[in-house]
């Protein structure tokens, strides 16, 4: 979800090659928590920071646990910029998050790749039937981007979350698996 957006778009787009999503590892847990933690993501996202290291941790083990929330890190040239993940759904199929922490790497084509990549991998290997995110009404960047991945406009939840003291309306966009025009890119290494 988002309100504001910081997203800066003079930098130079990232090439392709450089980009890759690969399966969150233990070791990248300390990346997330700092990443959340900078407050970077806190206006447009429903995550709820600052954590301590060890609930991250917690969080890891429960999700390698519990299986059915896939979540990624996002790299670019080797370095964690970022998280992205297919969760249990609101509604159905499951239900795409994303949050790149560097301000810096935003605006660049990185989200583009990471949510097409991921919904790749979740309609050719999850064999999902459908792809559903939750997103601010205000966050333009956010909406673009997902619309460029084809995201389609499906419903606006009227005040939806309570965030800093106020009601927001959340809108509701989805992608089926006949709709999706895909690539791969996922790392297999687990560990
Ligand atoms: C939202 C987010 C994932 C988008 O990823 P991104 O890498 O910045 O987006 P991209 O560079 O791939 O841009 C994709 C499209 O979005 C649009 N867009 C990107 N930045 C924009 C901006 N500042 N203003 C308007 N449109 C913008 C453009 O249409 C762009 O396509 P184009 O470059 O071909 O013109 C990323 O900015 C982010 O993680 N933000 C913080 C956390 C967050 O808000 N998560 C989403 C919660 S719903």
């Known amino acids: 979800m988002s309100g504001s957006c910081d997203v800066t778009r003079d930098a130079a787009r990232i090439p392709t090659a450089a980009m890759r999503i690969r399966p969150l590892r233990r070791a990248d847990v300390p990346i997330m ?18 954590r301590s290291l060890p609930s991250m941790l917690g969080w890891f083990d429960d999700i390698e646990r519990a299986k059915g929330h896939d979540v990624f890190a996002i790299l670019v040239e080797g370095r964690v910029v970022g998280i992205t993940s297919l969760r249990p759904p609101r509604y159905s199929g499951r239900e795409l998050t994303i949050a790149i922490f560097d301000p810096g790497m935003r605006g660049r084509g990185v989200g583009t790749f990471a949510v097409t990549t991921l919904c790749e991998y ?16 205000s966050h333009h960047a956010a909406i673009a981007c997902y619309a460029k991945c084809g995201f389609k406009y499906e419903a606006l939840l009227r005040r939806f979350l309570y965030q800093d003291g106020a009601w927001r309306d959340g809108m509701w966009m989805s992608l089926l698996r006949s709709e999706a025009k895909g690539r791969s890119a996922i790392g297999r290494d687990k560990k």
Not at 33 to 50: E, H, K, L
Not at 122 to 136: D, K, P, T
Request: hydrophobic share 45%; no cysteine; net charge positive.
């Open 33 to 50: 928590r700092d990443g959340f933690a900078s407050g970077v993501a806190a206006q447009t996202t429903r995550w709820t920071f600052p």
């Open 122 to 137: 979740g309609f050719s290997v999850l064999r999902l039937a459908r792809i559903e995110l939750g997103v601010y009404p």
